[in-house]
T-cell receptor, first 114, second 114 residues
Framework: AQSVTQLDSQVPVFEEAPVELRCNYSSSVSVYLFWYVQYPNQGLQLLLKYLSGSTLVKGINGFEAEFNKSQTSFHLRKPSVHISDTAEYFC????????????FGTGTQLKVEL | DGGITQSPKYLFRKEGQNVTLSCEQN?????MYWYRQDPGQGLRLIYYSQIVNDFQKGDIAEGYSVSREKKESFPLTVTSAQKNPTAFYLCASSSRGQVANEQFFGPGTRLTVL
């Protein structure tokens, strides 16, 4: 079975600084990877996804992620964060032929400070 | 506007009572999902349905039941057998296909057992 690890439960960062949220996955077969964002007391919104092709994926709100198969990672980055980026971020994985069932990481709370 | 609605937003119930959470989508999606979210644990899959009149258990189905009589609707019943039902419940939907498709999420229902 596949799994996702988000080692950082909280990441504080100052406004306009760069940020990287880490995600590592485990799977014996090919995977599809996703990053979602959740604002307080709301549902999840897709930031970006990797299905195939270029390993650098660009998403909404200036976020990007790089798929690294050898390191089984899919880290999320933003070169300059804004206060409005304060939210919880979830990495998720599904396997090819997996019926679109997602396995989520435990989430990383990004707190942007002035 | 197309989307997913969940009602109610907040729900309180006494121990020993069953309660049903509503999830409706007008995205014409075949697949629907129910997740439970607890602090620090990410999202865990309760049940999912790929097509009308068919559904499968997820990772934590015990104490829950679902039905899928209409394409647009996927209600979740939290039964008295669920030992720790207080949580945030999220419904999602997606189109079907060979390649993983984005799951769209509703705004969630926060259930509190008194």
């Amino acid at each position: 079975a596949q799994s996702v690890t988000q080692l950082d439960s909280q990441v504080p960062v100052f406004e306009e600084a760069p940020v990287e949220l880490r995600c590592n996955y485990s799977s014996s077969v090919s995977v599809y990877l996703f990053w979602y964002v959740q604002y307080p007391n709301q549902g999840l919104q897709l930031l970006l996804k990797y299905l195939s092709g270029s390993t650098l994926v660009k998403g909404i709100n200036g976020f990007e992620a790089e798929f690294n198969k050898s390191q089984t990672s899919f880290h999320l980055r933003k070169p300059s964060v804004h206060i409005s980026d304060t939210a919880e971020y979830f990495c998720a994985v599904t396997i090819t032929g997996g019926g679109n069932k997602l396995t989520f990481g435990t989430g990383t709370q990004l707190k942007v400070e002035l | 506007d197309g989307g997913i609605t969940q009602s109610p937003k907040y729900l309180f119930r006494k121990e020993g009572q069953n309660v049903t959470l509503s999830c409706e989508q007008n995205l014409n999606h075949d697949a629907m999902y129910w997740y439970r979210q607890d602090p620090g644990q990410g999202l865990r899959l309760i049940y999912y349905s790929q097509i009308v009149n068919d559904f499968q258990k997820g990772d934590i189905a015990e104490g829950y039941s679902v039905s899928r009589e209409k394409k647009e609707s996927f209600p979740l019943t939290v039964t008295s057998a669920q030992k720790n039902p207080t949580a945030f419940y999220l419904c999602a939907s997606s189109s079907r296909g060979q390649v993983a498709n984005e799951q769209f999420f509703g705004p969630g229902t926060r259930l509190t057992v008194l």
